[in-house]
């Protein structure tokens, strides 16, 4: 029997595929701001309905929960990010910098994911496992944070579609 | 060693939940109509681009999304839905429908869906694996779909946080 990846590697492998089609939006919102001559650090404020948050917490916090989600399920401790950006270059960079970060890790460190014992302070010393934390809490939130972020691009003009949603697909001859 | 339930199949569970977040969204925009005293059959038509689809359009394809994949995956063949909703009632017979449907499967019906061979007809005789198929294309869908509907409503001033968005969390005293 070949060897199956555990599943929360596979998805974290789908998570970070996912974060490199938001730097590409990221790369769009920009030139498209260039285009309309407008400053691209507007997009950091903008947003759907006045008590949701806006763009660059999207993005941080996209960025945040799949970090968090593979240090907290590899019981590891994860690097931190100030919440400081002021441009969308910089939002790339955090971007490319938890890109890197989820590089570092390989199926094996996950092997004890599924069972794993997770908290945070706001949960008042309960606790979830490893699966239940990831499959209810991590993955929706994720891609919640990068769907309000692409569509809040796209309610501001920017040129996207669903294929730079997905990214490329894996395709076989049958 | 206990018994794991394929990857998909629990995913599939937990796509179910978000299904039934949704439910309760649909419930609690047709209670905003009426507070705010329009027609909620509004709704259907909003979008948050003129060039991306409108909120029918998100739940239908959030619902088509889940149900073709539980089938695929399954080598089931997916009951039809005509796409011809015309309330906030009808869309919640449709993504009960779809709920039910998914009520119908075990994690047994998903053994042989890791490398079962899935096409569609646009795919132009390609074709993915079953996990690059859900993994890659069904799991992002269906959260780019149920986030959408999700963020139209709040743009409208439905009273929506994230624990709607999420649901009730498995949280264990540890």
Tied chains: 1, 2.
């Excluded at 971007?95 to 390989?106: A, I, R």
Aim: glycine share 6%; proline share 6%.
């Amino acid at each position: 029997m070949r060897y199956h990846a555990p599943m929360h590697y596979e998805l974290l492998v789908q998570m970070k595929k996912t974060l490199g089609q938001l730097d590409k939006w990221l790369e769009t919102a920009t030139a498209h701001a260039t285009a309309k001559s407008f400053d691209p650090k507007l997009y950091l404020e903008f947003r759907l309905a006045p008590d949701q948050r806006p763009f660059s917490f999207q993005v941080q916090t996209a960025c945040d929960t799949v970090k968090l989600a593979a240090a907290r399920l590899a019981g590891k401790q994860a690097p931190g990010h100030p919440d400081t950006e002021q441009s969308l270059d910089e939002l790339r960079a955090r971007v490319k910098s938890v890109t890197e970060y989820l590089d570092g890790f390989t199926a094996k460190d996950f092997e004890g994911a599924a069972t794993r014992s997770i908290t945070q302070p706001r949960w008042e010393g309960k606790v979830m496992t490893g699966t239940d934390y990831f499959l209810e809490h991590a993955l929706p939130n994720f891609y919640f944070h990068v769907t309000h972020a692409y569509a809040i691009l796209r309610h501001n003009g920017v040129g996207l579609g669903k294929r730079d949603y997905l990214g490329p697909l894996t395709m076989r001859q049958p």
